[in-house]
């Protein structure tokens, strides 16, 4: 399993886009790339997912380079309710549901007035 | 979207009591559900494995005795925390994972306290 590093911990203002970026370095060709966000005593929530290039929902935007080694989430224009830890996590698509995720320390987003 | 459904949200014990945990997959069957402990300001760290109709795997240094799992059906897997101790006292989380949805689905997680 890739071992992923991100940034213990951020802040930024409100109304800012923030930008985590995530390094996998020996990620693998069968390999995608998935982001969570956790909020304090609940379980953490899908955000997005991505194998290359860019991705984008309603919410956020994944981007990662050619040589995918990192990936950088994008949530624009934050609000205080981003305030959470946000994780990056790597996992086989070809073992798809049962994969065993593996959480690296995540990032501490803290939003401020 | 896919929802699992995890109870209680928090329990509190005495020390050499045991204690079930649910995990229940809404609207999708999961053939494998994932068991996680979160202890404050650290990251989760996956317990064991779940399998539908057979036997847990557990990651190492889990006691498998101590920590009882059972998923006898498609959509339900129980976490028995036998023996509690105080330091079992942690924030539980189930999840597991719908072939129509994207990435997993997490419990809501349960706060045990071991008194």
């Known amino acids: 399993l890739a071992k992923t590093t991100q940034p213990i911990s951020m802040d930024s203002y409100e109304g800012q886009e923030v930008n985590i970026t995530c390094s996998h370095n020996n990620i693998a060709t069968n390999d995608y790339i998935t982001w969570y966000q956790q909020f304090p005593s609940q379980g953490p929530r899908f955000i997005i997912q991505?194998?290359?290039t860019k991705v984008t929902n309603e919410v956020a935007s994944l981007f990662i380079p050619a040589d995918r080694k990192s990936s950088t989430l994008s949530l624009p224009r934050v609000s205080l309710s981003d305030t959470a830890v946000y994780y990056c996590l790597v996992g086989d698509m070809y073992d798809f549901g049962n994969e065993k995720l593996t959480f690296g320390t995540g990032t501490r987003l803290t939003i401020i007035p | 979207g896919a929802v699992v459904s995890q109870h209680p949200s928090w329990v509190i014990c005495k020390s050499g009591t045991s204690v079930k945990i649910e995990c229940r997959s809404l609207?999708?069957?999961?053939?494998?559900m994932f068991w996680y402990r979160q202890f404050p300001k650290q990251s989760l760290m996956l317990m064991a494995t779940?399998?539908?109709?057979?036997?847990?795997?557990?990651e190492q240094g889990v006691e498998k005795d101590k920590f009882l799992i059972n998923h006898a059906s498609l959509t339900l897997s129980t976490l028995t925390v036998t023996s509690a101790h105080p330091e079992d006292s942690s924030f539980y989380i189930c999840?597991?994972?719908?072939?129509?949805?994207?990435?997993?689905?997490f419990g809501s997680g349960t706060r045990l306290t071991v008194v």
């Open positions: 991505g194998y290359k």
């Open positions: 999840s597991a994972r719908d072939r129509q949805g994207d990435g997993y689905t």
């Open positions: 609207d999708f069957q999961a053939t494998t």
């Open positions: 779940s399998n539908e109709g057979s036997k847990a795997t557990y």
